[in-house]
C-alpha cells in the first residue's frame, strides 16, 4: 500500500526572525527557487511510491511549509488514527497548530490533547516513531520542553504506548528530527554529540545496528532525510553517508533544499507520513 504523505506548498515561506541558529536577519528567500525544490520533494516522494497530500498555506505563517511540527500523528489500535496537538514556542508557529489540527480531524483523525500548561511540544521535531510503532522517541532540551515530554508520556501510557525522552544539547540539532533518522526496524541514523550521554547510552539499547554521522554530515541535515521504498531522500551526501545507506540497502537521492535550510529545516521537517 502506497504511503500517504502531506506537505504544505512554501507560498508564504519566508525567514523573518531567528527561531533557531541557521536562522539569520539577513537570510534572503528566493521564493521561486523554494517552490522548485518544494516540487522535486514532491516528485521524488511520488517517484518513491508516495501518495503526497497537500494542506492549503495561509498567508503571514512563514514556517507553514515545516508539515513535520503541528501535531504528533498517531495509530492506535483500539483509537484508530490520532493526532496529538503541538504547542509551539514561536508565536506564529504556533498560529500554524489550529489549521493543521482541523486538516486531521476532517479526515477523521481522533484529536488528543495534551493539557501542556506552558510547557512545549513540537510534533514530529521532536517525537518520532520507532518503525514497527513499538514507541516513540521524544528529543527535549531546545524546543519541546523536559515536562512537555513527560506529559505527552503520560498520556501515551493510557494507551499503552512507550515514550523515550531524548536530551539534546546540540543548538544545532535543536529537533530530535536533525539528528535521529530510523533507517529500518533495527537500524538508526544518529549525530552522538546532539545528546546528553545518558539518553545516547539508552537511544543505543533499542537498536541493532546505531550508525553514526559527523558534525558536518549532521548539521548539513544528512540526518534529516527521508525513507520511502528502499530510497533515501537527502540533501547532501558524502562517501561516508553512502557506505551506510549501501549496508540498509538504500539509495541516496537528492533533493535540493537550500532555501529552507535557511529557516533551519530540511527534507523530513518538511513532512508528515500518515497511518
Ligand atoms: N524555521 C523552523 C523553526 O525553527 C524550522 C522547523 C524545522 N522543523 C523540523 N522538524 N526540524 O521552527
Known amino acids: 500500500m502506497a504511503k500517504h504523505v502531506l506537505l504544505c506548498p512554501p507560498a508564504y515561506f519566508d525567514v523573518v526572525d531567528q527561531k533557531n541558529p541557521y536562522m539569520s536577519e539577513k537570510a534572503s528567500i528566493d521564493r521561486e527557487k523554494a517552490q522548485r525544490q518544494w516540487q522535486a520533494l514532491r516528485s521524488a516522494l511520488e517517484q518513491a511510491g508516495c501518495q503526497v497530500e497537500t494542506i492549503a498555506p495561509a498567508p503571514g505563517l512563514e514556517d507553514m511549509v515545516f508539515a513535520a511540527n503541528q501535531v504528533f500523528v498517531g495509530f492506535h489500535e483500539g483509537l484508530g488514527k490520532f493526532v496529538v496537538p503541538s504547542r509551539m514556542v514561536h508565536a506564529s508557529r504556533q498560529r500554524e497548530v489550529p489549521f493543521y489540527v482541523d486538516w486531521y480531524r476532517q479526515r477523521g483523525f481522533k484529536i488528543i490533547e495534551v493539557d501542556l500548561g506552558p510547557d512545549h511540544l513540537e510534533g514530529h521535531g521532536d517525537l518520532l516513531w520507532h518503525p514497527d510503532w513499538s514507541r516513540i522517541y521524544a528529543g527535549y532540551g531546545f524546543r519541546s520542553t523536559r515536562a512537555g515530554v513527560e506529559k505527552f508520556r503520560d498520556a501515551m501510557s493510557k494507551l499503552e504506548i512507550p515514550v523515550v525522552p531524548l536530551h539534546l544539547v546540540d543548538p544545532y540539532c535543536y529537533h530530535l528530527d536533525t539528528c535521529f533518522c530510523p533507517l529500518n526496524h533495527e537500524a538508526v541514523l544518529v549525530y552522538p554529540g546532539a545528546y546528553a550521554p545518558e539518553s545516547l547510552a539508552t537511544l543505543r539499547g533499542f537498536w541493532k545496528r546505531v550508525h553514526e554521522l559527523t558534525a558536518e554530515e549532521a548539521h548539513k541535515f544528512m540526518g ?43 527534507l523530513s521537517c518538511m513532512k508528515a507520513f500518515l497511518p
Open 224 to 266: 534529516n532525510g527521508i525513507v520511502a521504498n528502499g530510497r533515501y531522500l537527502t540533501p547532501y551526501v558524502t562517501p561516508h553517508l553512502e557506505a551506510i545507506l549501501r549496508k540498509e540497502a538504500l539509495a541516496p537521492v537528492i533533493v535540493d533544499t537550500s532555501e529552507f535550510e535557511k529557516s533551519g529545516g530540511s
